[in-house]
């Protein structure tokens, strides 16, 4: 692939001043934007007359005065893609195509291709005016670069497509932003690298080994993420719970029955605990050791970036994260909010706070919000922000637009939105909290009880949602006496790990630096279409397939399942935004690296068809598991049955010495429990049944 090269645009631009007006340019412009939504709001901001024309039923957008005619045309997206002529792997060469070409399903895409080239070919000027991320500076310079020039092409750089935001854009376009172009560019290449020779390794042994050609596919970020999930599953799959035991003493005080829990169980065995029970009963009476009151002060939250609003969203109306980052897509594109795929926990720094809350006081449901907010603050409003920023855009916040018809769906997200910026002005709130301790004489134990209320709503006024309960408790003195009204012995079992989510694994993506907020949640969801992963109501559940995958790379390309590789060529894109690497040396580290794991990959062809092949069902090996169609790893079970009878073995220890039972007594009650693991279960009802 040929470098993006520097460009005449310098010439133009600003006279050392670093931007020019559109207004400054004269004859044909042609402005290219991302979505068709985006193309008619820039065009209503650009001018109040302007026409809208057609090519292949394709709308675009006409203005004109005496010096200039702007065409303001849409993308859909992506309109180029990378493909190679090459069968087989390793491939190395390729080359970006029409995406229709490329793609069955974007034969839509044809038309605005069709209908830009023509528009391109008339142009003077060019504008990327598409969302300025690293997606949209690729999609722009693809299609000038393909169809116009380069050297006659600028940027328009915005945050939000209200009317002022966008005006003051264009009288302020910079140069491409080749460094942005540079990292998109090698962003697409490497994922096109890794996923196009590792699907191909994975497809083609399977083929080899079973005649039978199945979809299958691999990923640069979707992988390790998918190993991710698949250490979670197999730790919940081999677990076996243990039992704990707590003695829970109810006291009263001033009429009032309130259960304690303990601080420091010291209780290890059934038998201790009904002991200690019986000695709580015989004392009747426990001593207030110490009682406490004080107040915290809750900061309001910063304003949401896209990972902290998908997050807020799942926990509040269970919206996956691709499904709120399509509505605040949506909500975008109509003017309602800033761009949503930012990193940044902080507002710009020159938005008329006063005048936006103006705008969102106009909007029924806000009017007595703001005014309360406005009182409170008396006018002075200093937004608290967090830590987190990105160079490209600032936090999401609503733009003060009225919204019109909006569902039920987006009107929940656009709400949220909304309250928690007013909240990022508001006060702290005030929680107060009281803590009692009671001790039982001559016992090493400690008892607790805890309330808590509300003293100043502050932000909770207009983003309730974080608002705790109210929890009262009695006043105790030190040293009081405190009469015992009743003693149970509760049994708990250790749990295992959480099950995983959507919200959960595009976090960890974050918390690992891979992905970005644009393509986080849609990663997420190939490993669905794939069926690495299906979900449940219990949660998000790994195939067995899923498994296979990653049981196959994890042996022959170890490191792409590692987070490691993903990150290091992270922060190199990142590197190549700041202009310190060249994309070509990036690309060239990859070709060696996937060349080096190839050749690895290649002498064990015939392990890793058998495996795909048995989990994927088209192939039954001679010597299977006992239980599933797995094959064989030790005493006629595969690997993880087999871990799981060597689990079973190893807790029984642990029950015997907590709850006294005998191995046929320890393998009915964890077969019933709930939390045992479904590898666990299997091997006890097909292994150990009858015994």
Known sequence: MSRVDANSAYNVIGRGQGFVSIWDLKGKILVIAEKPKAARKIAEALSQKYFVRSINNVAYFEIRDAFRQIIVASSVGHLYGLTTRENGYPVYTYQWAPLYEVERKKTHSFNYLEALRKLCAMGDYFVNACDYDIEGSVIGYLIIRFNGDPGRAFRAKFSSLTPSELRDAFKKLTRLDYEMI????????????????????????????????????????QTPTLKYVSDIEKERNLFIPIPVYSVVPTITKDGVKITLESVNNPVRTKKDAYALAEKIRREGFLTVESYEEYTTSVQPPPPFNLGDLQEEVAKIYGYSPSKTQSIAEQLYLDALISYPRTNSQKLPSGLDFRGLLTKISQIPSYSSLVSELLRETKGYLRPV????????????YPTGVKPVKLSNEQWAVYDLIV???LATFAGSASIYRSTARFTLQGANIVFQATGQGIGDLGWYKYYPFHKPGVKALPRFKEGEKVKVVDVTVKTSYTRPPQRISKIGMLRWMESVEIGTEATRAA????????????????????????????????????????????????????????????????????????????????ENRE????TLSSRLGIYTPPNKCAICNREEFSNGLCIYHYKASEQINAVYEEWREREGVSFKDYLEKIK????TGKWVVEVIEQVYSGR
Request: charged letters at 35%; one cysteine or more; a positive charge.
């Open 385 to 396: 922000e967090g830590e987190k920023e990105d160079p490209a855009h600032p936090a999401i």
């Open 419 to 421: 309250r928690r910026f």
């Open 523 to 602: 990663i997420i969801e190939k490993l669905f279409e794939r069926k690495y992963l299906v979900n449940t109501s219990r949660g998000v559940v790994i195939t067995d397939l899923g498994l296979g995958i990653v049981e196959t790379l994890e042996a022959f390309f170890p490191e792409l399942v590692k987070v490691e590789l993903t990150r290091h060529f992270e922060r190199l894109m990142n590197d190549i935004k700041k202009g310190v690497v060249k994309r070509e040396q990036v690309i060239t580290e990859a070709k060696n690296t996937l060349d080096t794991l190839i050749k690895k990959f290649n």
């Open 672 to 675: 019933k429990l709930k939390s």
């Open 182 to 221: 540079e990292a998109g560019l090698c962003r697409h290449e490497l994922d096109w690298l890794w996923g196009i020779n590792v699907s191909r390794a994975l497809m083609r042994t399977v083929e080899s080994f079973s005649k039978k050609r199945i979809i299958l596919s691999a990923g640069r970020v």
């Open 607 to 610: 392990k890793v068809g058998l």
